[in-house]
């Protein structure tokens, strides 16, 4: 069966980066919808990066311009590189998936995807 598993994260400056990863075994990444979520204590999941089938991307209005999306099809792995990472960054990160034709939008509600990393932390220190 599909499994998403991350790795990655851990705790860094403002100002400084990161970049997660998310191993996909059971299906190839360029046969399904994907995309990133970060999550804080009693907050909904927040979508920040999607990606279709070809590795096309879009973010969300916090992250556009600070984070990159991407697909390494060799490894069949999922990646997100987060630079100035600023505090408000501070979540655990989540990738997430579904098998589709063809992705559609709203990319960013998490009730469109069904297989789901086990998340990974990143702090970010003032």
């Known amino acids: 069966q599909v499994r998403l598993v991350e790795s990655g994260g851990g705790s860094v400056q403002a100002g400084g980066s990161l970049t997660l990863s998310c191993a996909v075994t059971?299906?190839?990444?360029?046969?399904?919808?994907a995309a990133w979520f970060r999550q804080t204590p009693g907050q909904r999941r927040e979508g920040v990066a999607g990606?279709?089938?070809?590795?096309?991307?879009v973010y969300s209005d916090s992250v556009r311009g600070r984070f990159t999306a991407s697909q390494d099809n060799a490894k069949n792995d999922l990646l997100l590189r987060m630079d100035r990472l600023q505090p408000d960054d501070t979540a655990v990160y989540y990738c997430?998936?579904?098998?589709?034709?063809?992705?559609?939008?709203?990319?960013?509600?998490?009730?469109?995807?069904?297989?789901w990393g086990q998340g990974t932390q990143v702090t970010v220190s003032s």
């Open positions: 059971g299906y190839p990444i360029n046969g399904f919808c």
């Open positions: 990606l279709d089938q070809e590795g096309r991307t």
């Open positions: 997430a998936a579904f098998v589709a034709g063809f992705c559609t939008t709203p990319w960013d509600d998490e009730h469109e995807y069904v297989y």
